[in-house]
């Protein structure tokens, strides 16, 4: 089946503008993760959706950065008044529900290149 | 201090050549511990977890937890061109969330 995927691939926008990226999780993987990679970094957690529990958005670095999910579906990380230090590579990823093993394998997308000029 | 203390390399090896990986980590509530290989341009994908202490072999990789000197290792036997990509450790605790805490990936190039 179709494995995660996220779009748009690569976006180029102006500081101050509004960005919006998609993410369309593997059917069934009730759980949905946000991750930030900046250049020659790890992955920094941004928020988790798990079903219909309050979202996990401990790691959102400032109020500009929001994310929706509907249902057990798409979802979308909105970055309002971009800065410079936000252009990263954003990585989106589901896994199958619970606390067990199962969980612990997160499907990655190919992430969206963000570069704001 | 990071929570997660991986060497970012690059790490360059001859074809056949047994490569080992390595990360620190400084919470001691961390309880899985998993390894992603991404090549380049691409998402992460999981090679082995484990769960506490102890060793998980798969094939050619072979996965190490020392939790008590805090100390994870990836060992890779008969390494192939192939193998050449960023090998991330990642971590998480016992709770609930499945958030994962991420070391800075080792760059590995395996050359012919």
């Known amino acids: 089946g179709a494995g995660v995927s996220q779009s748009p691939s690569n976006k180029v926008t102006e500081k101050g503008k509004d960005v919006e990226l998609r993410c369309d999780p593997i059917?069934?993987?009730?759980?949905l993760y946000w991750y930030r990679q900046r250049l020659g970094q790890g992955l920094e957690f941004l928020i988790y959706?798990?079903?219909?529990?309050?979202?996990?958005k401990s790691g959102l670095p400032s109020d500009r950065f929001s994310a929706e999910r509907t249902g057990e579906s798409v979802s979308t990380l909105t970055i309002q008044r971009t800065q410079q230090e936000d252009s990263a590579v954003y990585l989106c990823?589901?896994?199958?529900?619970?606390?067990?093993?199962?969980?612990?394998?997160?499907?990655f997308g190919p992430g969206t290149r963000l570069t704001v000029t | 201090q990071k929570e997660v203390e991986q060497d970012p390399g690059p790490l360059s090896v001859p074809e056949g050549a047994i490569v080992s990986l390595n990360c620190t980590y400084s919470?001691?509530?961390?309880?899985?511990f998993m390894w992603y290989r991404q090549y380049s341009r691409k998402g992460p994908e999981l090679l082995m977890y484990?769960?506490?202490?102890g060793n998980k072999e798969d094939g050619r990789f072979t996965a190490q937890v020392d939790k008590s000197s805090k100390y994870i290792s990836l060992f890779i036997r008969d390494s192939q061109p192939s193998d050449s990509a960023t090998y991330l450790c990642?971590?998480?605790?016992?709770?609930?969330?499945?958030?994962?805490?991420f070391g800075t990936g080792t760059l590995l190039a395996v050359q012919p």
């Open positions: 990823a589901s896994s199958l529900p619970g606390a067990g093993a199962s969980s612990y394998e997160q499907y």
């Open positions: 059917s069934g993987h009730t759980a």
């Open positions: 959706f798990q079903g219909n529990s309050a979202p996990d």
């Open positions: 919470n001691s509530a961390f309880q899985y």
């Open positions: 484990t769960y506490s202490s």
């Open positions: 990642a971590m998480k605790g016992g709770g609930a969330t499945n958030k994962l805490i």
